[in-house]
């Protein structure tokens, strides 16, 4: 239980990170046989952006769901990427460097618990993989709420529970055994991946999520299971 609570505690998120940046990128994509470059794009589309949209994208990390949406955005959208780890920003910043949407994005250090906006700032507001590492889900979710237009969406990709019988065997076996396993070679002193499977167990299940989506006051609350539940978009409007 120690593990499960440590794992969305601020300062160990922050060192966490900060040991994964330079390999966050090429695991995920090893881990999910790439399946995670079809998430987010997937969640990019469904977002419906128009090519002046301003959005903000909460838990940023190395930028690559800004980068899905950037492509749904003309020269009058912009993006601002957050994020409060550093070395997962100076990733962000060489991924968007490399891509021609250097423009449309602007990264910025913060708190996705304190964000540094006005009200009714955003057309649009989006979290990816990040709602399982914050400490407080439903003021993460009250705090984007708050700074998206209305008429706007709120937008959620992160890992989910899936509900097949074999194939939820199967996978957990794979998240909770072999891929903390491989995801730790090469570290000689801490094992950061042993934490990924808690970050998950304590997660809701993405029913659970969809009715804080509709607690905090979003309308038209919807979700999208993505290869067989193993992650999973929400959506709703302000």
Same mark, same amino acid.
């Given at each position: 239980m120690k593990q499960i609570d440590q794992h969305r505690q601020e300062a160990f998120v922050q060192q966490l990170f900060s040991s994964?940046?330079?390999?966050?990128?090429?695991?995920?994509?090893?881990? @999910? #046989?790439? /399946?995670?470059?079809?998430?987010?794009?997937?969640? $990019?589309?469904?977002?419906?952006?128009?090519?002046?949209?301003?959005?903000l994208d909460v838990c940023c990390g190395t930028g690559k769901l800004s980068?899905?949406?950037?492509?749904?955005?003309?020269?009058?959208?912009?993006?601002?990427?957050?994020?409060?780890?550093?070395?997962?920003?100076?990733e962000a910043k060489q991924n968007i460097q490399k891509?021609?949407?250097?423009?449309?994005? @602007? #990264?910025? /250090?913060?708190?996705?618990?304190?964000?540094?906006? $006005?009200e009714n700032c955003?057309?649009?507001?989006?979290?990816?993989?990040?709602?399982?590492?914050?400490?407080?889900?439903?003021s993460t979710l009250e705090e984007m709420y708050r700074v998206t237009k209305p008429g706007g969406t709120v937008l959620s990709l992160d890992l989910s529970k899936p509900s097949a019988p074999i194939f939820k065997q199967l996978y957990y076996l794979y998240f909770e055994n072999l891929l903390p396993f491989l995801g730790n070679l090469g570290f000689t002193k801490n094992?950061?991946?042993y934490n990924l499977p808690a970050s998950l167990k304590t997660l809701p299940h993405q029913?659970?999520?969809?009715?804080?989506f509709s607690q905090v006051g979003l309308?038209?609350?919807t979700y999208?299971?993505?290869?067989?539940?193993?992650?999973?978009?929400h959506l709703g409007k302000k």
């Open positions: 994964i940046a330079k390999r966050y990128d090429i695991l995920n994509a090893l881990f @999910t #046989l790439n /399946q995670d470059t079809y998430w987010r794009n997937f969640a $990019a589309a469904k977002a419906a952006l128009k090519e002046d949209n301003s959005v980068l899905s949406l950037a492509k749904y955005l003309g020269v009058g959208g912009q993006i601002i990427s957050l994020d409060f780890s550093e070395s997962m920003l100076l891509s021609p949407y250097q423009q449309k994005i @602007t #990264l910025m /250090q913060g708190n996705a618990l304190k964000l540094p906006f $006005a955003f057309d649009c507001t989006t979290i990816g993989f990040g709602l399982r590492n914050v400490s407080d889900i439903k094992h950061p991946y029913s659970v999520i969809a009715n804080i309308q038209q609350v999208h299971q993505l290869t067989g539940g193993i992650a999973t978009v």
